[in-house]
């Protein structure tokens, strides 16, 4: 089986010997530069990876993936797309050969954030493993694989896994206006409708935040409930920033009604009491999300929802409702997860000798 992995890159250079030695396994590499002003291409050329040029302007990632695909050789069977922020496991040919049998396209585990200990805290199934010949590249940005030949066929691989280690430092500038173009082209699409909204509100335009995800929820094709829930919660998160918590409790509502079954929407309701220091909601909210013990596998979870910060409120909480012993369990849970927290370790140090004084 012939293998071919593919990507893009600009001024990608420290990422550059990572990325080759975990994708090496396959046959060949090829990489699209769409502009490098560093050693990016040098460095890649001098690991025998394939590398072609080609400026965009304006770009988008949907033009220049579909550019980097089509220098790839006719008898490939697989085509992998990545990023040079993105590792593959060591092995991962091997698993991929084993579990592959003819599928048009491939998922595997993808762990888009890991913490400071490299454990994962945000992971999903990815599948941009892909047959040659029947796939191209759509939308401007948060491209997808659009399927051409009306042949798909699908295998997930769990135990093929990637990590993503980004540069928080690269800039997302470009992300706007590209959303904003993609929801022009095709104002039906519900994916990126819903990550406009985010974008919105990451540049802190909340009412042009809050239009644009009611938007969402009202598309036909809006029907994932993990999404719409998001967008619930992001209208949520929205009215606190804008102070108006009558409204973001209600939405924050909405989005548990939505999709009961992921901590998320109770994790922002308890937090936005915590700062209201209602603390029988922040414990009431907090314990129903700790009775959702499946973390599901979707770019929507949160960080915060998976981490320390439940048992931290819920310390916080009970401290703050004399519940002082079980204020003591929730705050050892807590260290358990994240032992190097001050903040955290002096509360136990207040705790305990509340304790002690009783």
């Known amino acids: 089986m012939k293998i071919i992995v593919y990507a893009i890159a600009k001024n990608e250079s420290k990422f550059v010997k990572r990325w080759y030695e975990s994708m ?4 060949e590499i090829y990489v699209l530069d769409t502009g490098s002003t560093d050693d990016t291409k040098e460095k890649l050329k001098e690991l025998g990876v394939i590398v072609h040029e080609k400026i965009f302007n304006p770009f988008r990632f949907d033009e220049a993936r579909n550019a980097s695909l089509s220098f790839i050789p006719d008898d490939a069977d697989l085509c ?3 990023d040079l922020d993105e590792v593959f496991l060591p092995g991962w040919r091997k698993i991929l050969e084993e579990n592959y049998n003819g599928e048009t396209r ?13 454990v994962p805290d945000i992971t999903f199934y990815l599948d941009k493993i892909h047959t040659r010949h029947d796939y191209k590249w759509t939308h401007p940005v948060h491209e997808v694989l659009e399927n051409i030949n009306q042949n798909e066929t699908r295998v997930t691989i769990p135990n093929l896994i990637s990590n993503h280690y980004p540069d928080k430092n690269k800039s997302r500038s470009n992300y706007l206006p590209l959303l904003e173009l993609s929801v022009k082209e095709d104002p039906e699409d519900d994916r990126n409708m819903h990550y406009l909204g985010r974008e919105y509100m990451y540049y802190k335009r909340y009412q042009e935040a809050i239009d644009t995800l009611i ?9 994932w409930p ?5 967008s619930m919660r992001f209208i949520g998160r929205c009215y606190k920033n804008l102070k108006r918590y009558d409204e973001a409790i209600m939405w924050y509502k909405k989005a548990i009604k939505e999709a009961p079954y992921l901590r998320d929407p109770y994790m922002e309701l308890a937090i936005l009491y915590y700062e209201k220091e209602d603390y029988e ?3 009431n909210y907090l314990k129903q999300a700790l009775k959702i013990t499946t973390h ?4 929507i979870n949160e960080v915060f929802s998976w981490n320390e910060t439940i048992y931290d409120l819920l310390s ?11 204020s003591l369990y929730y705050i050892d849970k807590a260290l358990e997860i994240n032992p190097d927290n001050e903040r955290i370790k002096n509360n136990k140090v207040l705790i305990d000798k509340v304790l002690n004084q009783n």
């Open 24 to 27: 090496k396994e396959a046959d």
């Open 80 to 82: 992998i797309s990545t």
């Open 106 to 118: 491939v998922s595997y585990t993808y762990n888009w954030h890991l913490d400071e200990n490299n």
């Open 215 to 223: 938007k969402h929820l009202s598309l036909k094709r809006a029907t």
């Open 226 to 230: 993990d999404e719409r829930c998001a």
């Open 281 to 283: 909601k922040v414990y």
């Open 296 to 299: 599901q596998k979707t770019y």
């Open 316 to 326: 916080i909480a009970c401290y703050n409702l004399n519940l002082l012993p079980e």
